[in-house]
């Protein structure tokens, strides 16, 4: 019988796959602890940096596995703190990941797929179709590049990634365990020790995995709407006409419910002009979501050739959401930013990095977490 030669990637480990590994080497399982630090907290990828494990066991550790982080194809960043790096995954695609500083809070929005396979009708990720799922180390290790442009300084006070979005490129509930083990290390103090609330996922709404999700993790959920009847969101996310919207209401709620405390679910709508940004829209929305503790965002949809699609005016942007204010809802409008470096989550890059294609690249430009508040004063 052949052997496996193949080195294990300890990157994309959950302390208990860690604890396991060590197992299998017969090795003392809290060096899972020590090893998952030296990766995450210090952004270590060679074992002989790490001061605290003996020689022998890091030869023994060289020889069966490693630690290696997507391919970085480039990293920019922008005038306003703005971040971004295009990484290389196994399949030879490429993703995108996006840190944004607000105040306080610095959110990065995490790939999980090369391209997507549900063709939602005005996003140019769906128009590349599906080539890959990311494993979870690809997964992670965006957070691993990101937290180390920061630099590693154990015990940092002042955390730069605060929050982490799964609205990259791709569904994440269709690389339900890799984008699970992935969110698992983000929450885990011995990976970025961030909140569960800060962790969010947005899905489209694969309602059998939105049940999944609620038995093996606790992170905040966001639905990807852009639709308020059923008959259109039919056209613009497809996959509504498997999973219609009562079900993937209902389903939202019991996930939210499960989480035994208050938590909000966030409705994402983009809108798109003369398609579902009308004042009758707006009416469904109310009637729909009446009942459901949720936070809005709308985002204004951003253009890409020969998407079909416009921006709405600022007006009708500010009118939808008046009305939804008015219906005593909490909504929020997503502006741009990094425009210098074409920051923007999800929807930059083909699924091959091409030299030449990439002039001609669509960009979509995607805003995260500077959700504002079109008028002022505003919650
Ligand atoms: N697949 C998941 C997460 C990635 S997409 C989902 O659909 O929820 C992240 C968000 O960006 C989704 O709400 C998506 O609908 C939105 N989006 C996609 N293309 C867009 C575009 N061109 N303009 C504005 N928002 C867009
Ligand atoms: Fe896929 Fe989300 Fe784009 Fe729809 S909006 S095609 S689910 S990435």
Known sequence: MAVSTAKVNLLGLTQPQMESFFDSIGEKRF????????IHHFGVDDFDAMSNIGKAL??????????????????????????????RVASGSCVETVYIPQGGRGTLCVSSQAGCA????????????????????????????????????????DRAITNVVMMGMGEPLLNFDNVVAAMHIMMDDLGYGISKRKVTLSTSGVVPMIDELAKVIDVSLALSLHAPNDELRDKLVPINRKYPLKMLLEACQRYISQLGEKRFLTIEYTLLEGVNDQPEHARQMIALLAGIECKINLIPFNPFPHSGYERPSNNAIRRFQDALH??????????????????????????????????ERYIA?????????????RS
């Open 58 to 87: 890091r030869e023994k550790l060289k020889a069966s596995a490693e630690i290696r982080g997507p391919e970085i194809v480039s990293e920019d960043i922008s005038s306003d703190g703005t971040r971004k790096w295009v990484v």
């Open 365 to 377: 430009v995607r805003e995260l977490q500077s959700d504002v508040s079109a008028a002022a004063g």
């Open 31 to 38: 060096r899972a602890g020590q090893v998952m630090k030296w």
């Open 118 to 157: 549900l063709d939602c009708s005005f996003c140019s990720t769906g128009k590349q179709g599906f080539n890959s799922n990311l494993t979870a180390a690809e997964v992670i290790g965006q957070v691993w590049i990101a937290n180390k442009s920061f630099g590693t300084v154990p015990a940092k006070i």
């Open 326 to 359: 008015k219906a005593g809802f909490n909504v929020t409008v997503r502006t741009t930013r990094g425009d210098d470096i074409d920051a923007a989550c999800g929807q930059l890059v083909g699924q091959v990095m091409d030299r030449t294609r990439r002039s």
